[in-house]
């Protein structure tokens, strides 16, 4: 989807650097999340935003970082990275709409990072 | 923790409808279901969810039993295009910390 963007698309890094993936997002939706995808496996969440001022953790936040600089924008950090940590990077935004659970979530194009 | 069953894959026809089963035997009364899928290393797309009527859109209908607990997605007439996973998630995945996408149904159209 055009209106979720992800920067960069492909990266190659080596162990122990520092790494920072961007997200940014024309739709005006407050809730921003992150995911990652292994090979043969469906997507992890890593940390998600309800608004600027809240950021949660999900299932595998350990060794990322998040920060959300503004309604539009949330980006993960990897701060020190490792091989096990070579995956396919989702962005995500939606907009919880209406009474109840609905939360449709519309997704970036993807990073690819490898670690090495 | 919500959970959804799929079968892991299936084939379908060119041209056929394909018809995808999820079972959510878990799901409760104010959970949607919603469908998603990705074609090979693209970013999910959403495809359709629905609370307990069936739903219909440009892109597929969905079929929810009477007692909620297993739906079906079509794909009116499938194409190659098609070829793609299919995630099924019930909306205790939503709006909470445990937002979790499965395994999926990896649906390939065959000519």
């Known amino acids: 989807d055009a209106d979720v963007t992800q920067t960069p698309r492909n990266r190659i890094t080596k162990t122990g650097k520092r790494i920072m993936l961007e997200c940014s997002q024309t739709k005006g939706h407050d809730r921003m999340y992150w995911y990652r995808q292994d090979p043969g496996l469906g997507l992890r969440l890593i940390y998600y935003?309800?608004?600027?001022?809240?950021?949660n953790k999900g299932e595998i936040s350990d060794g990322y970082s998040v920060s959300r600089q503004a309604q539009a924008k949330f980006s993960l950090s990897l701060e020190s990275a490792i091989p096990n940590q070579t995956a396919l990077y989702f962005c995500?935004?939606?907009?919880?709409?209406?009474?109840?659970?609905?939360?449709?979530?519309?997704f970036g194009p993807g990073t690819r990072l490898t670690v090495l | 923790d919500a959970k959804t069953t799929q079968p892991p894959s299936m084939d379908c026809a060119e041209g056929r409808a394909a018809n995808l089963p999820c079972n959510h035997s878990t799901i409760s009364g104010n959970e949607y279901v919603y469908w998603y899928r990705q074609i090979h290393s693209q970013g999910p797309q959403y495809i359709i969810h629905g609370l307990k009527n069936n739903e219909t859109n440009e892109m597929a209908s969905l079929i929810i039993t009477e007692d909620r607990k297993s739906s079906t997605l079509i794909l009116p007439h499938a194409t190659l295009r098609d070829t793609a996973v299919y995630y099924c998630i019930d909306s205790a995945n939503f709006g909470n910390e445990k937002l979790t996408f499965g395994t999926g149904t990896r649906l390939t159209i065959i000519p």
């Open positions: 935003s309800f608004d600027v001022k809240d950021i």
């Open positions: 995500a935004t939606s907009d919880l709409a209406g009474t109840g659970m609905t939360d449709t979530q519309y």
